[in-house]
């Protein structure tokens, strides 16, 4: 939903280490103390942190091959009371508590788009490469309850006529006392999509299964699948912060049948160690 990768035992392993690090205390409340909702500004101003993030993740969506990946990790905010503009890897834009129990959250995004260099073993070979797209959210939350411990939310992706709609359906529960957003959460979802959206990702069109050998596919819009998310996020010292994640990803049978889905899942595993500014 937000925010979500390494080779396993090493993230797991990272994650281990960063929860047996002592806590650094921070008075500041956050916007919102969810550790899915990042705050570096802590107050009115700016605030910003880079470093860089161990992944280790499914391919592509539906791939049954895995890769690891180091890239840089970051972001920049500017708040203002209980409105806070940011910058954080792909997404740009605005999100402000309009009531103490209510968050909203809009901008635009990256999307990045499926290519056959994504298979290392040649599974995708013959397929048309499908474009990358700058895409807009919007996203809802809202708190059951002043302190945030449980939540349930909504995010709306939208873009060209060639991306089609992805909503997105959310509930989660948050650990631990903390009001500075360190701590762990954890979240299910539920995704819906327009037969464009799930085209662009699983679909095999008349050209591509000329070319590739695999059989025609379309798929009609409707669910899409059900996850499950762990975020949790750490001060290992006033300057170094933690942020380590791992989710799962089931999808529909009709998603699981496309030939390009070689497995009716995915999964995500993260490690990333950032400066705070």
């Not at 040649?122 to 895409?135: P, T, Y």
């Not at 379309?218 to 669910?223: E, T």
Request: hydrophobic letters at 40%.
């Amino acid at each position: 939903m937000n925010l979500i990768r390494h080779v396993i035992p090493c993230a797991l392993t990272g994650f281990l280490a960063v929860t047996a690090m002592p806590v650094f205390a921070q008075t500041e409340p956050a916007l919102v103390p969810l550790p899915s909702v990042l705050d570096f500004a802590r107050g009115d101003g700016f605030g910003a942190a880079l470093g860089a993030g161990m992944e280790y993740e499914s391919a592509y969506d539906g791939a049954d091959e895995a890769e690891f990946e180091v890239e840089p990790a970051g972001a920049v905010h500017y708040r203002r009371g209980e409105h806070l503009f940011f910058w954080e890897g792909t997404e740009l834009g605005w999100r402000g508590l309009l009531a103490e129990q209510w968050l909203l959250q809009a901008g635009i995004r990256d999307e990045g788009g499926l290519e056959p260099e994504d298979s290392s073993d040649g599974n995708l070979e013959g397929i048309a490469a499908r474009d990358s797209h700058v895409v807009g959210f919007l996203e809802v939350r809202r708190g059951l309850g002043t302190d945030w411990r449980n939540w349930v939310g909504a995010r709306l992706l939208g873009g060209p006529s060639d991306f089609g709609t992805l909503g997105v359906l959310a509930a989660g529960h948050r650990f631990g006392e903390q009001t500075d957003g360190t701590g762990t959460e954890v979240y299910g979802f539920v995704t819906l999509g327009t037969d464009t959206f799930l085209d662009k990702d699983f679909g095999v069109t008349p050209t591509d299964a000329r070319s590739s050998g695999l059989p025609a596919y379309r798929l009609d819009g409707g669910y899409r699948s059900t996850g499950i998310q762990l975020v949790h996020r750490r001060d290992l010292t006033s300057r170094i912060h933690a942020i380590a994640q791992a989710g799962v990803e089931r999808y529909s049978g009709d998603i699981g049948d496309s030939p390009i889905a070689r497995k009716d899942y995915e999964f995500e595993v993260s490690l990333a160690l950032i400066w705070k500014f």
